[in-house]
């Protein structure tokens, strides 16, 4: 009988037997590619196609509402009771609810007194308004830093406590919760949030809580986002194009036609007894805001999307930062899906139209299918394919369906069109991580609840000092900070399945493969977003 030996693969006897290795993995591939290979990526081809389908069908649904919506429906001043908030001289500001204004803070050096000072200047009753700087912080400088800060806005006849925890459990909502409970806070009928990064407008409350006084049924008022560093780096543009999207489309049709979508953590202004009814804040997952979002709206609270009222904020401009943050917000609600789609499919105080919504298109699509299919097609299966002629991918998939929805995407940052295609190489780095993160929160796995705080520069890099301090990081330490290896190795992987197609190919995916190899290779090597070493 045939052996085989330490330098073989395959028996000697064998029929095409050849003695170099080469020879022997090329026939073992020629052996397995047929009935296994062959086969497994048809398959994967398909299910590809079917998560393409199911994307575009979902981006083009919301295509047409959203010119629906701009069309014929109505302002939200008209489709819900409104009515300004006017100073009434007799009875003075008892016309005013208590609103209370939570900032959530960990280590803000950079932002913190942009947040406070943006909160004590919002125009409201100085007694029907009760400010709370919610500090976890860890560093005792900053600390002091910033119960300073309220000491001094407090000197001025400003409302504002400082509030400390002596533990960081539960992160955002352990510290929003244990606001909640503070006896000062009972009066309160009304909670907006913002992250220490934010800076409303002085008109934010006048313009937000007329709808929750006049409409009872409206548990939260969300504004929108507007980033202050959008034109800092391309790192930031890009990010732009994304929540631009997100806002001017996702939340604008899941208000006008289900008042429901996620809440976004923060610039948002809440019905303190909807988050009570809801079962107040949970720190089960990353997101906290969307699982409070998700149970309020099971109990059947509406929510209403502001697109005109817009609260400025910072993008995370270092890419580290950016991944951290894609992890969570991919990693969050995967994992929420995992924990609540029984729940919602049982729910007996929603519609049948309402949770379909929730689960396939909220949920599913957009969280889950969305980053799944993204990373899958794009960065294995059509570059597995050029090295497997004999599996077909219709151009209809490969081309035409990405083109459409590519296209559906870019509505939301016109004036970032020209940047458009780049946008799409940098999506499909970034869907890496967020893929890993999606199956992460799936299977409950390790760093499922992983909280990273996004950093926040504000101002950093227009001090010199910032410069002097980059200038004595050691070579080491810089390329230790900004190598990824897992980029890197993608770009090797789809370099090699470019090269094939150059030379045996016929669909001239290479030209394609090749632009997302540079992509790979930049962010692989860290030259994406501020560069800020550490010290």
């Known amino acids: 009988m045939?052996?085989?030996s330490g330098k073989n693969f395959i028996p000697e006897s064998f029929q095409g037997y050849t003695p170099d290795i080469a020879g022997q993995i090329g026939l073992l591939w020629e052996l397995i590619k047929a009935p296994l290979i062959v086969p497994l990526l048809t398959v994967c081809v398909y299910i590809c196609l079917a998560m393409s389908i199911m994307v575009f069908i979902e981006r083009l649904y919301m295509g047409v509402v959203i010119v629906?919506?701009?069309?014929?429906?109505?302002?939200?001043?008209?489709?819900?009771?409104?009515?300004?908030?006017?100073?009434?001289?007799?009875?003075g500001n008892a016309g005013y609810p208590i609103v209370l204004v939570q900032i959530p803070m960990f280590n803000e050096k950079e932002v913190y007194k942009i947040s406070i000072g943006a909160a004590c200047n919002l125009s409201w009753p100085a007694d029907r308004l009760v400010i709370q700087v919610l500090d976890d912080s860890t560093d005792p400088i900053v600390k002091d830093m910033v119960e300073r800060e309220c000491?001094?806005?407090?000197?001025?006849?400003?409302?504002?406590?400082?509030q400390i925890r002596e533990t960081r459990g539960g992160y955002k909502a352990g510290a929003l919760k244990e606001g909640l409970k503070r006896d000062y806070v009972k009066p309160c009928e009304y909670v907006v949030i913002f992250d220490a990064d934010f800076r409303p407008e002085p008109d934010f409350l006048r313009r937000s809580v007329p709808f929750l006084i006049h409409n009872p049924n409206i548990a939260l008022v969300q504004a929108r986002w507007r980033f202050v560093n959008s034109n800092e780096c391309l790192l930031t543009r890009m990010q732009e194009m994304s929540l631009d999207y997100h806002f001017k489309v996702e939340q604008e049709v899941g208000s006008a036609t289900h008042a429901f979508f996620g809440f976004n953590g923060t610039g948002g202004i809440w019905r303190i007894a909807a988050i009570n009814e809801a079962g107040g804040w949970k720190d089960r997952t990353t997101v906290e805001d969307m699982d409070l979002a998700v149970r309020a709206g099971l109990k059947g609270w509406k929510f209403l999307y502001l697109g005109d009222l817009q609260v400025k904020s910072?993008?995370?401009?270092?890419?580290?930062?950016?991944?951290?943050q894609q992890h969570r917000w991919s990693c969050g609600p995967a994992n929420l899906f995992r924990k609540m789609v029984v729940d919602i499919a049982t729910n007996k105080k929603v519609t049948l139209y309402k949770k379909f919504y929730v689960i396939y298109s909220f949920f599913f699509v957009r969280k889950i299918i969305a980053h799944l299919f993204t990373f899958f097609f794009y960065c294995v299966v059509l570059p597995l394919s050029i090295l497997v002629p004999e599996v077909h991918v219709p151009k209809w998939g490969a081309i035409y369906l990405p083109c459409i929805i590519t296209a559906l995407n870019s509505v939301g940052t016109p004036r970032s069109f020209h940047l458009l295609f780049y946008w799409v190489l940098f999506e499909n780095v970034m869907s890496f991580h967020r893929s890993k993160a999606t199956f992460i929160g799936l299977l409950e796995a390790a760093r499922v609840n992983e909280w990273v705080v996004t950093e926040k520069l504000g101002d950093t890099l227009k001090n010199s000092k910032a410069g002097k301090i980059a200038s004595k990081i050691s070579l080491s330490k810089l390329l230790g900070d900004r190598i990824n290896l897992h980029e890197l190795g993608f770009a090797v992987f789809l370099f090699i399945c470019g090269c094939y197609d150059f030379m045996y190919g016929k669909n001239c995916y290479f030209i394609y493969l090749f632009l997302q190899v540079i992509t790979f290779t930049i962010a692989g090597l860290g030259y994406v977003g501020t560069i800020v070493p550490s010290s």
């Open 2 to 4: 045939a052996e085989i």
């Open 68 to 91: 629906l919506v701009h069309l014929f429906w109505k302002k939200p001043e008209k489709r819900y009771r409104y009515e300004p908030m006017k100073d009434d001289l007799e009875s």
């Open 151 to 162: 000491i001094r806005w407090a000197n001025k006849g400003i409302n504002i406590t400082y």
């Open 314 to 324: 910072e993008l995370p401009s270092t890419f580290k930062a950016f991944r951290f």
